[in-house]
């Protein structure tokens, strides 16, 4: 490619929204074009890069077997009553109605879409499993579309359904795409983990998020700095926290405590280690048609996880508890705890279980206990309830766990039976008798890894492509073209290097270099080649995007070095 007939609308600067470096840099170095609220063209170096971040996925996917096909995007809203998803999907589903008054839906994943497709076409155990993808269009009316491509409204997305005739076979292929995935994102060159998500609303661990490790990530993940565990904040555990100090040793008893209520005065008051306290945390539980005073007791040094908390609870959504709900329920807020703890509902952290020792509010103003074991509750108050934090114990290896930013890039998620029992999917088992599928799902956020490879490799000037996804690897720019001696050098040298399939783009147009060298550097070709002043002594200069290291190449000695980069 000539950059002279190039279209690539580089600008100097970004608009305004666009925060993230990806953003900017896919938008200035004319990549991507902006249509409306999280919609996006993808002009010709964007394409490439799309492409190749596809190919990449397709090669793997097909190597596991799985194999591509193409689902429509607009979808009856008929196979999401079906499924019981149309009523609870919520506003991220776009709905309308055709000229006949029909109803349909852009697809925003295609389980149903997908389910309906193997529903009376695979009838027996003999034509199993099968695993069906694409990489395709999907809409999400997203609430908040930012960070151009990472979180789009129309967006691309490797999707991928497996359907089996046992959950063992369903465990099977999800360890397959575990492979896959791993493969996948480590031939695109990211730091990425396999994190436990948060799948308790959902029941069982049968859920992985793929998580590529970058400062701008949405998500909070802890990783072991030792061993491979990594997990989202949500659905993070650690080794059973011990104390680094003495225990306050005291008989049970009431205490008088007239004391402005926090945890901090008590173990003032005490002289204690925050660890010997018991903290509650008041919260009112929303159910579908009705509403709860919770509590939750978790070491007054802990803080409460929300979502593991909502998971123990059940609750749609936990909220603040006011001063009136609190009175309401029969409590004394600030002295709140657990023993006789009556007409409420509450639960206990893990880590509490059987602990002595320790501190907690006697339910009356002014009053704590003292020497209080936590023995005698139910095995049901107790769930984990703590949000693990930086410098806690890794649960597989005891290793330091750390704190980091995610940006989810892939989900794979046993589905069990939930599509195909409430759409009657079904195959006869060995016995000959009926049984839904088992099913799998395995998404991949194509067009948001266009900008988390950038999240993930950029500098104050612009992309930095790798050779997997580098729209060229190699920009040979013409000094001054009106230079005919540079300008021959470098055509034929182009023209050569194209006919070998290689890929090189070369930067004939008549403008500054200095011009040159900056669009070079905000688009990110892994490495430019200038045939400028060097050139009557018959060098050029290669510079690599990465390090920006310069290095005068003698133009005898240019093959190697040119064979070193394209491999
Ligand atoms: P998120 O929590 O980021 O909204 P999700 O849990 O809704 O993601 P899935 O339904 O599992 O995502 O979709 C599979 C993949 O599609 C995600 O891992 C992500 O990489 C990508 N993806 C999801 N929503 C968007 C979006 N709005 N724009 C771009 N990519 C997206
Ligand atoms: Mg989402």
Not at 15 to 26: E, M, Q, R, V, W
Not at 199 to 223: H, P, R, T
Not at 394 to 408: M, Y
Request: hydrophobic share 40%.
């Amino acid at each position: 490619m000539r950059f002279s007939k190039l279209f690539t609308p580089t600008t100097k600067d970004a608009p305004k929204d666009a925060l993230l470096p990806s953003h900017i840099f896919l938008i200035r170095g004319g990549f991507i074009s902006q249509t409306g609220s999280g919609l996006y063209n993808f002009l010709p170096l964007g394409k490439i890069v799309l492409d190749k971040i596809r190919a990449v996925v397709k090669e793997e996917m097909d190597e596991a077997g799985a194999q591509e096909i193409s689902m429509g995007v607009v979808n009856p809203a008929e196979l999401w009553q079906q499924s019981g998803r149309y009523d609870v999907y919520g506003k991220e589903l776009l709905r309308f109605k055709d000229r006949k008054e029909n109803e349909f839906v852009l697809g925003p994943t295609h389980e149903e879409v997908v389910t309906d497709i193997v529903r009376n076409r695979i009838n027996s155990y003999k034509q199993l499993p099968l695993h069906l993808y694409q990489i395709n269009t999907k809409f999400r009316d997203e609430a908040r579309p930012r960070f151009g491509l990472l979180r789009g409204r129309e967006f691309i997305m490797k999707d991928g359904y497996s359907f089996h005739a046992s959950t063992e076979d369903l465990k099977r292929e999800f360890d397959l795409m575990e492979q896959t995935y791993t493969k996948i994102f480590t031939r695109l060159g990211l730091k990425f983990r396999a994190v436990a998500a948060d799948s308790g609303a959902i029941g069982g661990s049968g859920s992985k998020e793929f998580m590529v490790l970058a400062k701008n990530g949405e998500d909070d993940i802890l990783i072991c700095d030792k061993c491979l565990y990594a997990a989202n904040i949500e659905a993070a555990k650690r080794e059973k926290k011990i104390a680094a100090v003495e225990p306050p040793k005291a008989d049970f008893a009431k205490f008088h405590t007239p004391i402005p209520a926090s945890i901090e005065n008590l173990c003032k008051f005490f002289n204690i280690d925050a660890f010997y306290t018991v903290k509650a945390v008041i919260k009112k539980a929303i159910y579908k048609d009705r509403s709860e005073i919770i509590v939750f007791f978790v070491r007054g040094c802990d803080s409460l996880q929300e979502v593991k908390a909502q998971n123990a609870s059940g609750a749609l959504e936990l909220v603040e508890a006011n001063d009136e709900d609190v009175k309401n329920a029969g409590l004394v807020g600030g002295f709140c705890g657990p023993i006789g703890l009556e007409n409420v509902k509450f639960f206990i952290d893990n880590e509490l279980k059987e602990e002595k020792n320790l501190i907690c509010g006697a339910n009356e103003q002014d009053y704590h206990y003292v020497g209080v074991s936590m023995f005698n509750f139910k095995p049901e108050r107790y769930a984990d309830l703590v949000e693990v934090k930086e410098g806690d114990l890794c649960p597989c290896c005891g290793g330091r766990l750390s704190l980091t930013k995610g940006i989810e890039v892939g989900h794979i998620f046993q589905l069990g039976q939930k599509y195909s029992s409430a759409m009657n999917a079904a195959f006869l088992d060995q016995n000959g008798k009926s049984q839904p599928f088992f099913m799998g799902c395995y998404g991949i956020g194509v067009s948001r890894l266009v900008a988390v490879m950038i999240e993930a490799n950029h500098d104050d000037k612009g992309c930095i492509w790798n050779k997997q996804t580098a729209p060229y690897l190699l920009d040979i720019i013409i000094s001054n073209v009106k230079n005919e001696a540079q300008s021959e050098f470098a055509t034929k040298l182009y023209e050569e290097l194209k006919a070998q399939k290689k890929e090189v783009i070369l930067d004939d147009r008549n403008e500054r270099f200095g011009f040159k060298m900056n669009v070079c550097e905000l688009i990110g070709f892994p490495y430019a080649l200038m045939v400028g002043i060097e050139f009557d002594e018959g060098k050029v200069e290669l510079v690599n995007r990465a390090t920006l290291e310069k290095e005068s190449v003698s133009i005898y000695e240019l093959d190697d070095r040119l064979k070193e980069i394209f491999g």
